[in-house]
């Protein structure tokens, strides 16, 4: 019999990612996703083009249209598959958008995920447990780290950050936006499934995660907004920092592939640092430069001298640990790459409007 997954958010760009991941490693695919992001963002943050792409493909996919607030649906989901992994990637993402929908964010991002360990806590004990954090678990505190100006970007200027930030960095006495509070709620339920109940869980802290299927929007999805607006010849606003904030930025291929590693060796409670590291971090001013080199399009933007509250002024992840615990794990997809193949991506999706 095939070894069957579950993913959570299975419409969106790391949950799509993954069904296409593990249906390729000749997994049983069992995704759920109600669309929510249309919600959050409206018609251009529909992801149901991504559902009937992965029904296309993956032999015997199943669906299942279910709210991961729905305490006794969930449970039902999880009884009846026993999935042999769960990837947890539904969520509202976005730090703004937050604000505006406290209850909906929280019910989501930490009543949501409590559902889920609970409903595995009962059916699935032994299966690994892996759900999608964020970086803005650690608030703004980053922006505490004495940084030095560039030309065109912040940098850190401590020897201790050179690497990155690392996961022993605080979690606390910073701003997170009710988004990050949220996560954070779920990061730590995560974990204290892993010790408590000695499940084998781990918590993906993601720094900029994108690719070619990402649906970008002004308020989620950095560089897939950025270079949507680049082809689309449409004017991007960047808020405050000079344009120089730094993020660094991971194929969604290569998330699915640490899942994998993951999956094959898991371990317990624990948390790593996910993103593109220091060679695939860029500021806004950089990824301006790539999205024209691989367009040849100009970037149409105007410049608010107010930043974003609690956004990072420079981020990046230390991802020593990361390849220390999985050493045949590395990032495989360099950022001009990433800019290509997404460049090329909103080229067709445009172009088929
Ligand atoms: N994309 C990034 O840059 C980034 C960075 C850090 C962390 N993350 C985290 O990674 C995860 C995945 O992010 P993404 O970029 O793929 O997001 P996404 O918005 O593309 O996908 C999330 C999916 O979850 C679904 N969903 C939302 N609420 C739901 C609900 N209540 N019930 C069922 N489905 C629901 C949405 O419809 C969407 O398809 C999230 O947890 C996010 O916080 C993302």
Redesign the pocket.
């Known amino acids: 019999m095939k070894k069957r997954i579950l993913v959570?958010?299975?419409?969106?760009?790391?949950?799509?990612e993954v069904c296409l991941y593990f249906g390729g490693h000749g997994f049983e695919v069992h995704g759920?996703?109600?669309?929510?992001?249309?919600?959050?963002f409206g018609p251009q943050?529909d992801?149901r083009w991504?559902q009937q792409r992965l029904a296309g493909i993956i032999p015997r996919f199943q669906h299942h249209e279910?709210?991961?607030?729905n305490r006794q649906g969930i449970d039902a989901v999880v009884k009846e598959i026993r999935p042999a992994l769960i990837i947890?990637?539904?969520?509202?993402?976005s730090h703004d958008r937050a604000a505006a929908i406290p209850f909906d964010d929280f019910?989501?991002?930490a009543v949501?995920t409590l559902n889920l360990l609970e409903a595995a806590r009962r059916y699935c004990l032994e299966s690994p447990f892996i759900?999608?954090?964020?970086?803005?678990v650690y608030g703004d505190a980053p922006n505490r780290i004495a940084m030095k100006e560039l030309d065109k970007r912040w940098e850190y200027d401590d020897q201790s950050f050179e690497q990155g930030i690392s996961e022993s960095f605080t979690v606390d006495q910073s701003k997170h936006s009710l988004?990050g509070a949220s996560?954070l709620a779920s990061d730590v339920l995560v974990q204290e499934y892993g010790r408590y109940f000695d499940m084998p869980t781990c918590c993906?802290?993601?720094?900029?995660?994108?690719g070619p299927n990402?649906?970008g929007v002004e308020l989620?999805?950095?560089l897939s907004y950025l270079i949507k607006c680049n082809v689309e010849g449409q004017e991007y606003k960047v808020y405050g920092y000079k344009g120089k904030q730094v993020r660094d930025n991971i194929h969604?291929e290569d998330v699915a592939a640490f899942m994998f590693q993951f999956f094959q060796s898991p371990r317990r409670g624990e948390v790593y640092n996910l993103g593109g590291g220091k060679a695939n971090s860029c500021s806004v001013l950089e990824a301006f430069e790539l999205a024209e080199s691989e367009s040849g399009k100009r970037q149409k933007y105007t410049y608010i001298d107010q930043n974003r509250i609690g956004d990072h002024i420079c981020y990046y992840s230390d991802l020593r640990k990361m390849k220390a615990h999985y050493p045949n794990w590395s990032i495989t997809k360099s950022l001009p790459r990433v800019v290509s193949e997404i460049v090329q991506s909103w080229q067709k999706r445009l172009a088929a409007k």
């Open positions: 959570t958010g299975s419409n969106g760009l790391i949950g799509s759920i996703d109600n669309n929510q992001r249309a919600v959050f943050g992801t991504n279910e709210d991961i607030r947890h990637t539904a969520a509202q993402p019910d989501t991002n949501g759900h999608m954090s964020t970086n803005k988004f996560k993906l802290r993601g720094g900029c995660l994108t990402h649906c989620h999805g950095f969604s």
